[in-house]
């Protein structure tokens, strides 16, 4: 069901140098809950080769009512609950439309 009027989700988290792993361990934990979800297309955690530290959910949503409801889950605020002291900053949540 890929086209033109999911939502893309570009989610990245950075992890304190030294809790990369920790960090890592958190979020691996989100993907098996959240690709049963109702509305979830793709959900991928991305790590970046040339630092570590720079962890990335690529995401694709039905439809912006499945996003929120993902984000409400209780596994994401269970996640969320436990990102104090293991990231550098908020996590950047961004959403898109694909245009072509």
Known sequence: ???K???RVVARIIALPDK????????LELIEP????NGCIKYEL???????TDLTFVEEWSSNDAL?????????????AQLD???AAE???????LLK
Not at 20 to 27: D, G, I, P, Y
Not at 34 to 37: D, N, P, S, V
Not at 46 to 52: A, E, I, R, V, Y
């Open 46 to 52: 991305l790590q970046n080769q040339f630092d570590p």
């Open 34 to 37: 959240t690709r049963q979800e």
């Open 5 to 7: 009027m999911t939502i």
């Open 68 to 80: 929120d409801a993902h984000l409400a889950s209780t596994h994401i605020e269970k996640a969320v």
């Open 91 to 97: 996590p950047d949540i961004r959403r898109y439309h």
């Open 20 to 27: 990369v792993e920790a960090l890592k361990a958190v979020l």
């Open 85 to 87: 002291g293991l990231v």
């Open 1 to 3: 069901m890929t086209n």
